[in-house]
């Protein structure tokens, strides 16, 4: 075999290994990324349920309201904000809005408004909405905040 071809052949080998380090590096970046969106599709998320009740005054709707969704499994929540929530009439001076959503286990859960005029709002957070794990009173006419971590599921 001549000098030429073995330098050749050598240099081709030499690729070929490079090349397989670089694809297994690949592959296993790929498969971390592949782990952690296993994680996150497996984890544990509770249906949360936000409440805002307003008294007195005006309790037609709520204002400026933000709060805390997950937008995918395993994710911490992100802030969605609505300018206007209309309330259901629960009574002669009371009123509630409700908004369902989802929130990973161990993440943050948050509801803020602002009530209407001369009204006392109180925010809710529920778990199933069922079990209240977050509630704060309002002075009339003010924002009222809610904010918890959701718990960990109980194995």
């Given at each position: 075999?001549?000098?030429?071809?073995?330098?050749?052949?050598?240099?081709?080998?030499?690729?070929?290994?490079?090349?397989?380090?670089?694809?297994?590096?690949?592959?296993?970046?790929?498969?971390?990324?592949?782990?952690?969106?296993?994680?996150?599709?497996?984890?544990?998320?509770?249906?949360?349920?936000?409440?805002?009740?307003?008294?007195?005054?005006?309790?037609?709707?709520?204002?400026?309201?933000?709060?805390?969704?997950?937008?995918?499994?395993?994710?911490?929540?992100?802030?969605?904000?609505?300018?206007?929530?209309?309330?259901?009439?629960?009574?002669?001076?009371?009123?509630?809005?409700?908004?369902?959503?989802?929130?990973?286990?161990?993440?943050?859960?948050?509801?803020?408004?602002?009530?209407?005029?001369?009204?006392?709002?109180?925010?809710?957070?529920l778990l199933d909405g069922v079990k209240e794990i977050a509630a704060e009173t309002s002075k009339p006419g003010e924002r009222v905040d809610c904010a918890v971590t959701i718990p960990a599921f109980s194995k």
């Amino acid at each position: 075999m001549s000098a030429a071809a073995t330098g050749i052949r050598a240099s081709f080998a030499k690729k070929m290994i490079l090349g397989g380090a670089a694809l297994a590096l690949a592959a296993g970046a790929t498969g971390c990324s592949a782990v952690e969106d296993f994680n996150k599709s497996t984890s544990n998320s509770w249906a949360v349920t936000y409440e805002v009740s307003v008294t007195g005054g005006d309790t037609s709707k709520i204002t400026d309201i933000k709060y805390l969704e997950s937008e995918k499994r395993g994710e911490a929540g992100t802030e969605l904000s609505l300018p206007s929530g209309k309330t259901t009439a629960e009574g002669k001076d009371t009123a509630v809005w409700s908004l369902e959503s989802i929130v990973t286990a161990e993440k943050d859960a948050a509801i803020s408004a602002v009530p209407g005029k001369g009204s006392t709002a109180t925010c809710r957070i529920l778990l199933d909405g069922v079990k209240e794990i977050a509630a704060e009173t309002s002075k009339p006419g003010e924002r009222v905040d809610c904010a918890v971590t959701i718990p960990a599921f109980s194995k």
